[in-house]
């Protein structure tokens, strides 16, 4: 499995490569308008040099013909590129189009098993459900994910499996054992990864134990 880094902030993607535990990064609208950058570009491409596997790019566009263009320029933009685009009919259509040319698609805001299997049908290289969101409905976010699995190897399909909109660190749990291929999380829910209390206090007892022995280090 690989973790992903939901984010478009780079010196935080820049500290989750650094730890030899984030391989890729996804973005969205919303992500980058938090960064105040003034070329989309030139934002995607700092990304994509500090991150050493894919990063998803969304297009910001409704229709396939404008989904299309967008979609061509955005994967000139790095070779780590993966364009984002909507699970709707005019994004499976730029999918398949897109998926012919060579350039690889995410088809983003996944809500069910059906959107699902038709990324998968239309060549997506991944599928992102949206686990928060569904659970903010009061649906089963994760359910979906682990649907999608299963479906997805009933089939043999190649589409990755990509949990999104992932919240705190009990979501990546149960992505875990639903057995999703790629976790994208904030950058706060890496952190909380890390963490245990009794891994804190142990460093603590430790060194002050050591220190009580006065000895010399070597
Ligand atoms: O990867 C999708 C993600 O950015 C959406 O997360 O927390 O806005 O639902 P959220």
């Given at each position: 499995?690989r973790?992903?880094?939901?984010?478009?902030?780079?010196e935080e993607?820049a500290?989750g490569?650094?730890?030899?535990?984030v391989?890729g990064?996804?973005?969205?609208?919303s992500l980058?308008s938090?960064?105040g950058?003034?070329?989309?570009?030139?934002?995607?491409?700092?990304?994509?040099?500090?991150t050493?596997g894919?990063?998803s790019?969304?297009?910001?566009?409704?229709?396939?013909r404008?989904?299309l263009t967008?979609?061509?320029?955005?994967?000139r933009?790095?070779?780590n590129?993966?364009?984002?685009v909507?699970?709707?009919?005019a994004?499976?259509?730029?999918?398949?189009?897109l998926k012919?040319?060579g350039?690889?698609?995410?088809m983003?805001l996944c809500f069910s098993v059906?959107?699902?299997?038709?990324a998968a049908?239309?060549g997506a290289?991944?599928v992102s459900p949206f686990v928060?969101?569904?659970?903010d409905i009061?649906e089963?976010?994760?359910a979906?994910v682990?649907d999608?699995?299963?479906i997805?190897?009933?089939?043999?399909f190649?589409?990755?499996?990509?949990?999104?909109s992932?919240r705190?660190p009990?979501?990546?749990?149960?992505?875990?054992?639903?057995?999703?291929?790629v976790?994208t999380m904030p950058?706060?829910?890496?952190t909380?990864?890390t963490?245990h209390p009794?891994t804190d206090?142990?460093?603590?007892?430790f060194?002050?134990?050591?220190?009580s022995?006065?000895?010399?280090?070597?």
């Open positions: 499995m973790i992903f880094l939901d984010t478009a902030n780079v993607i500290s490569v650094k730890m030899g535990v391989s990064v996804t973005t969205n609208p980058v938090k960064e950058c003034t070329s989309y570009k030139e934002l995607v491409q700092k990304i994509c040099k500090v050493p894919d990063v790019v969304e297009v910001i566009e409704e229709d396939t404008g989904m967008q979609a061509r320029q955005i994967a933009w790095a070779d590129v993966v364009v984002k909507p699970s709707t009919a994004g499976l259509e730029a999918t398949s189009n012919q040319e350039i690889r698609v995410n983003t059906n959107q699902a299997v038709l049908l239309a290289a991944y928060g969101r569904l659970d009061g089963d976010g994760m979906l682990g999608i699995v299963d997805f190897n009933n089939y043999a190649e589409t990755r499996v990509l949990a999104a992932i705190h009990q979501h990546v749990l149960q992505a875990l054992r639903y057995g999703a291929h976790i950058y706060k829910v890496l909380q990864m963490k009794l206090t142990g460093i603590e007892r060194l002050s134990d050591w220190r022995t006065g000895s010399a280090f070597s």
